[in-house]
Each structure stands twice: as C-alpha cells, then as structure tokens.
C-alpha cells in the first residue's frame, strides 16, 4: 500500500499534503484510502480506475466510446452483468473483449472463458461507466413498469398541511428552517429556504414548500425574515408529501410569539 501511495504523488495524481489530509481521515473513519480521497474531491471514481491500468498496465476504456453490439449482451442475462460489473465491449477473431471494474478476478475469467469457449481480454472500467452502459443496452423498462402497476393501483397519499382549505389561510411568504434534530443529520447546517403557503386559522402552524424531504417529528427552528430574520421558533414537521418535484411540509408551532401570529394571520386576509 505505501507503494501506492508514493506513486499517487510521484505520479502527479495528488500532493503530499493531500495524502496527509487523506491518511488522517481515513484513521477516523476506517475506510480504503481511495474511498477517501473520492470523497475529499482529490481523484474521480475515473481517476482511479485510471491509476490502477496504469499501475498494473491493463488498459482502461470508456464503454461510452464504443457502440455496444445487444448480439453481445445476449450471451449473458441482465442481472449477471450487474451483478459482476462486466460488459462486452466486442469480439475479434477467437478473443472477447470485455469492460471489466476488476480484470484482477482470474477466476471470474476462468468461468466466461469456460462458458463463452473464447478468450477473455479483460480491460479496466469504472463501476459507474459500465452500469451506464448496462442500462443503456438494457434500459429501465422493468422498473418503469413495476412503478407504472404500483402507482397506479395504489390510493394517493396526498395530504393537505394543517387541515382543509377551508382552515387556512394563503400567505406565501419566505421562511428559513434548519434541522436540529439530532437523528436526522444534513450536509449543510445552515438555514435553508422555502416559503410558508398558508397559515392554519387557529395559528398552529403552516404548510412550507421547500427542495428538502423531511420526515413526520422531525425538529426544526423557522424563522420569518420579513418579519424579524432573529427570531427564530422551534417547529416540528407534522407532514410531509411531495408534487411538482417540491416537498410540502406541515409544520407545528412549538412555540409561537402573539406578534409574529398576527403578522401571519393577517397579512392576506
């Protein structure tokens, strides 16, 4: 492995302060030292796969640079080629040449050497790049048809924030939440955006729509910075349902200031 890591940098693919930086992450979280250095933004999934031909001299390919023969798919179902991460690339004379996330596996190459009654050259490719072409070639006509036969036998689940139309009262003014519920931990600890849609007439609460799915008990603080940006109110998601590729929340007043409700329920009576 130290052979490795003084080629990565000898190489040019990272610098020794970012190996440094890498080494001491994967310490804390225990994980492969490329997963890590994926992760910091260091190297691409690419780039890796890139390093290994390079190291062992296999060749690496891109499946999307060549135009994938479906005769070639049908040696083999669906399922297998995802679940061993190889594609066939093509066949020339008594050779087959597949895309391959690990060309390593001399075992898996016995078995298609067995089953095909042909030679095996097995190229690099990353995981990514080969299930794009799987689903390319095979496409996602099963999934879309289970999803089609599920929706459309099941009852909606739509519900509307905070009680009946009839109960609440449009506002459509912008609100800022952040999550401080510990359970539930976000890539980003900052306020984030929506816009408070309505108010419930009884003042509990109000129907946000937001990017961001949250799930029923969730906690939040809401501030209204039309109203005062320093005031912030501990809230709780009492709903949550998705349309138009938005989430509506309900969200529950946990507590509330008198002020600040009838800036709410009277700003668009």
Same mark, same amino acid.
């Given at each position: 492995?130290?052979?490795?890591?003084?080629?990565?940098?000898?190489?040019?693919?990272?610098?020794?302060?970012?190996?440094?930086?890498?080494?001491?992450?994967?310490?804390?979280?225990?994980?492969? *030292?490329?997963?890590? @250095?994926? !992760? #910091?933004?260091?190297?691409?999934?690419?780039?890796?796969? /890139? =390093?290994?031909?390079?190291?062992?001299?296999?060749?690496?390919?891109?499946?999307?640079?060549?135009? *994938?023969?479906?005769? @070639?798919? !049908? #040696?083999?179902?669906?399922?297998?080629?995802?679940?061993? /991460? =190889?594609?066939?690339?093509?066949?020339?004379?008594?050779?087959?040449?597949?895309?391959?996330?690990?060309?390593?596996?001399?075992?898996?190459?016995?078995?298609?050497?067995?089953y095909t009654n042909l030679d095996i050259f097995p190229l690099f490719a990353s995981p990514s790049s080969i299930l794009e072409a799987i689903n390319r070639v095979?496409?996602?006509?099963?999934?879309?048809?289970?999803?089609?036969?599920?929706?459309?036998?099941?009852?909606?689940?739509?519900?509307?924030?905070?009680?009946?139309?009839?109960?609440?009262?449009?506002?459509?003014?912008?609100?800022?939440?952040?999550?401080?519920?510990?359970?539930?931990?976000?890539?980003?600890?900052?306020?984030?955006?929506?816009?408070?849609?309505?108010?419930?007439?009884?003042?509990?609460?109000?129907?946000?729509?937001?990017?961001?799915?949250?799930?029923?008990?969730?906690?939040?603080?809401?501030?209204f910075p039309s109203f005062d940006p320093n005031c912030e109110l501990e809230a709780e998601i009492a709903q949550c349902r998705i349309e138009q590729g938005c989430?509506?929340?309900?969200?529950?007043?946990?507590?509330?200031?008198?002020?600040?409700?009838?800036?709410?329920?009277?700003?668009?009576?």
């Amino acid at each position: 492995m130290e052979e490795l890591e003084k080629r990565l940098v000898k190489e040019g693919w990272i610098t020794s302060a970012q190996l440094i930086k890498a080494k001491e992450e994967q310490k804390k979280k225990k994980k492969s *030292l490329f997963s890590i @250095l994926v !992760n #910091l933004g260091y190297l691409s999934e690419e780039d890796i796969y /890139l =390093f290994f031909a390079q190291t062992v001299q296999i060749p690496f390919v891109r499946p999307s640079d060549y135009l *994938l023969e479906e005769e @070639l798919f !049908n #040696l083999f179902s669906e399922d297998f080629y995802r679940e061993h /991460l =190889f594609v066939p690339l093509f066949k020339i004379g008594n050779t087959f040449y597949i895309g391959t996330a690990n060309p390593l596996d001399t075992e898996f190459m016995d078995t298609l050497r067995k089953y095909t009654n042909l030679d095996i050259f097995p190229l690099f490719a990353s995981p990514s790049s080969i299930l794009e072409a799987i689903n390319r070639v095979f496409g996602p006509e099963k999934v879309y048809l289970q999803l089609e036969e599920l929706v459309s036998s099941s009852p909606s689940l739509s519900i509307l924030p905070l009680g009946r139309e009839s109960e609440r009262i449009a506002i459509n003014t912008p609100v800022e939440f952040k999550v401080i519920d510990k359970r539930i931990t976000l890539a980003s600890s900052q306020y984030l955006k929506g816009t408070a849609l309505n108010v419930s007439r009884s003042g509990k609460g109000v129907g946000v729509r937001t990017f961001l799915f949250l799930p029923p008990g969730a906690k939040i603080l809401l501030k209204f910075p039309s109203f005062d940006p320093n005031c912030e109110l501990e809230a709780e998601i009492a709903q949550c349902r998705i349309e138009q590729g938005c989430y509506f929340l309900g969200v529950k007043f946990l507590q509330i200031k008198k002020d600040l409700l009838k800036y709410l329920l009277g700003e668009k009576k």
